[in-house]
C-alpha cells in the first residue's frame, strides 16, 4: 500500500497566519491527491482533488500544490472556522489511503 | 442537493457480522461517472478506506478487510450496503458512506476523490 505522511500531525496558529501543511507519498502517485478538512463530530469535506484543484463552493483561501511525492495544502490567512483536522488522500492506487491527519489549533 | 444517509445498528456482538446501508437520494446510483464507497474511523483516530462499488456491482476492498468484507449495491432502491463479519473491538467506528467523483485530466487517468459524505452511523462493537 502507498503510506502518506502529514506534517506537522499538530500546529497551533493565530487568526490571519498563513499556515501550510504537508503530506508526503511512499511512492510517486502524480498529482493523485486529495484534501480534506474534518471537523469534530461531522464527516470530512473535500477542499482540494487533484493536487491544486479547488473544490466548488470552497473558499479561495485554501490552495494546494505539489506532484509526484511531496504536497501542501495553504492557508492563506486563518479564519476562526478553519481550526479543525486536515487529511490528504491518495488515488493514484485503488486501494485508498489517507495521511495520519493534522489537527490545527487556535494558538 | 445530494443526500448520503447510513442506517443500521449501533451496537454488535463480537464474531458477528456488521451490516450498513447507505441510503442516496437527489441523485442516481446508477450513474457512470461516480463510484460508491465506505471509509471508517475509531474514536479519535484517522480515517480508513474500507472499500467501494461501482452501480454494475464492481467492488474494490480494501486488502486488510477483504476477507470479512461484502459491498452490494440495489441500483432499484439507490443503496448500497456493508457487511463486516467476525467483527472485534478494533471494528468499532463511524462508519461513514461517501461518493466518488472524478476528474479527468489530459493524458492521465481518471482522478478519484470523496466529494458528497453522509453523516456518519457509529458502531460499537461490545458484548
Not at chain 2, 76 to 84: A, E, T
Request: hydrophobic letters at 30%; aromatic letters at 12%; proline letters at 5%.
Amino acid at each position: 500500500d502507498i503510506q502518506m505522511t502529514q506534517s506537522p500531525s499538530s500546529l497551533s496558529a493565530s487568526v490571519g497566519d498563513r499556515v501550510t501543511i504537508t503530506c508526503r507519498a511512499s511512492q510517486t502517485i502524480n498529482i493523485y491527491l486529495n484534501w480534506y478538512q474534518q471537523k469534530p463530530g461531522k464527516a470530512p469535506k473535500l477542499l482540494i482533488y487533484a493536487a491544486s484543484s479547488l473544490q466548488s463552493g470552497v473558499t479561495s483561501r485554501f490552495s494546494g500544490s505539489g506532484s509526484g511525492t511531496d504536497f501542501t495544502l495553504t492557508i492563506s490567512s486563518l479564519q476562526p472556522e478553519d481550526f479543525a483536522t486536515y487529511y490528504c488522500q491518495q488515488s493514484y492506487s485503488t486501494r485508498y489511503t489517507f495521511g495520519q491527519g493534522t489537527k490545527l489549533e487556535i494558538k | 442537493q445530494l443526500h448520503l444517509q447510513e442506517s443500521g445498528p449501533g451496537l454488535v456482538k463480537p464474531s458477528e457480522t456488521l451490516s450498513l446501508t447507505c441510503s442516496v437520494s437527489n441523485g442516481s446510483i446508477s450513474s457512470r461517472t461516480y463510484y460508491w464507497g465506505w471509509v471508517r474511523q475509531p474514536p479519535g483516530k484517522g480515517l480508513e478506506w474500507i472499500g467501494s462499488i461501482f452501480y454494475t456491482g464492481r467492488t474494490l476492498y480494501n486488502p486488510s478487510l477483504k476477507s470479512r468484507l461484502i459491498i452490494s449495491v440495489d441500483t432499484s432502491k439507490d443503496q448500497f450496503s456493508l457487511r463486516l463479519s467476525s467483527v472485534t473491538a478494533a471494528d468499532t467506528a463511524v462508519y461513514y458512506c461517501a461518493r466518488l467523483g472524478m476528474f479527468l485530466p489530459p493524458g492521465i487517468e481518471g482522478i478519484r476523490y470523496f466529494d458528497a459524505w453522509g453523516r456518519g452511523s457509529l458502531v460499537i462493537v461490545s458484548s
